[in-house]
């Protein structure tokens, strides 16, 4: 059964964050609408009925909430979120073998065993964690997310309140319910282990009054439970983390704005230098250009503001440490653009 595909709910939503904290588009504190909304006709509805209107993205996530996740969908890419899952060691299956808006929602199949390795990786500071049947197997690891991005999912996660009876551990967990009643997860790490619980039927029927937060939580918490009597710690926030309240965010970061204006116009920010996949000396100042969009610039690298407020459209960056980087810069509106980049 850890091989069968399934439709993962909403566990797949920590991942729908962590890019869009990755890509400077929001920040725990970032307040994101929860709103009716159509996507070209795609027009997805709370879990409840329920709509919480403007709220931090943290709570968000809380929360579980449709909206926000699949707004920040748009703006990464449903492409990219698969790309991710792919990284993380998943072979997702998609239906019609193009990835819509509907994969943030579990709309997608994957395996018990892709979603453990999934947030192996989130618990492993964003590094691929392939599962290994046996000592001595070789691992072939890649980047998820950045560690600050990986590391935040990890702490919203660990203030979900934990089910009736289950001790008040601070266990970073997700559950999830997939269309139908079909199938009830949760998954959930600590500083040293990760647990995956799936319940469902084989043939996929439904199963009534069957909730990811109701069936599956419980067993999940009873796993770590009979494991060991103390849950390990999660590790510190790495140093690059931005940890700040709502108020000093930058302009940009303080509300999220979803599709229409922000990707149709043509006008938008573009990173005209450096090039995506560029290689540059590390050590020194980096020089980035921006093309249109409107002033004043915030500039972020790996998802951390490093120049705030900038009109000018040439700029030098210091202090990028060696190795992978995500550059982004955001515009006035609130428009971004991005590009990778290798500092050695």
Avoid: C
């Amino acid at each position: 059964m850890t091989r069968a595909l399934r439709s993962p709910g909403s566990t797949l939503k920590p991942l729908v964050y962590g890019l869009a904290f990755d890509r400077g588009l929001a920040h725990p504190e970032t307040l994101i609408d929860d709103r009716p909304m159509s996507f070209d006709g795609y027009a997805p509805r709370n879990f409840d009925g329920v709509f919480h209107g403007e709220i931090p993205v943290a709570r968000a996530l809380r929360l579980s909430l449709n909206l926000p996740a699949v707004q920040l969908t748009e703006a990464i890419g449903p492409q990219n979120l698969v790309a991710a899952l792919r990284r993380a060691g998943a072979a997702p299956e998609i239906p019609g073998g193009r990835p819509g808006l509907a994969v943030a929602l579990g709309g997608l199949g994957l395996t018990l065993g892709d979603l453990v390795q999934l947030y192996a990786g989130l618990a492993n500071g964003g590094m691929a964690q392939p599962l290994r049947w046996r000592s001595g197997e070789k691992e072939e690891t890649a980047r998820i997310m950045t560690r600050a991005s990986a590391w935040q999912i990890g702490e919203i996660l660990t203030g979900l309140a934990p089910p009736p009876g289950a001790p008040a551990d601070r266990l970073a967990y997700k559950t999830g319910t997939s269309y139908g009643h079909r199938d009830a997860w949760a998954v959930g790490f600590d500083g040293a282990h990760v647990v995956g619980v799936w319940i469902g039927r084989p043939d996929g029927t439904p199963v009534p009054g069957a909730f990811g937060g109701d069936t599956a939580a419980p067993i999940l918490f009873e796993a770590f439970g009979r494991l060991k009597p103390a849950l390990d710690p999660l590790p510190p926030p790495p140093p690059e983390t931005l940890l700040i309240a709502a108020s000093r965010l930058p302009e940009p970061l303080r509300r999220f704005r979803s599709g229409g204006a922000s990707e149709d116009a043509g006008d938008r920010p573009r990173l005209s230098f450096p090039p995506e996949g560029a290689v540059l000396a590390a050590g020194g100042s980096v020089p980035a250009k921006v093309r249109d969009g409107r002033p004043p610039f915030t500039w972020l690298a790996n998802g951390r503001p490093v120049r705030i407020g900038e009109r000018g459209r040439e700029i030098l960056l210091d202090r990028l440490g060696p190795g992978h980087t995500e550059l982004s810069v955001i515009d006035a509106a609130g428009r971004a653009s991005r590009v990778r980049i290798v500092l050695e």
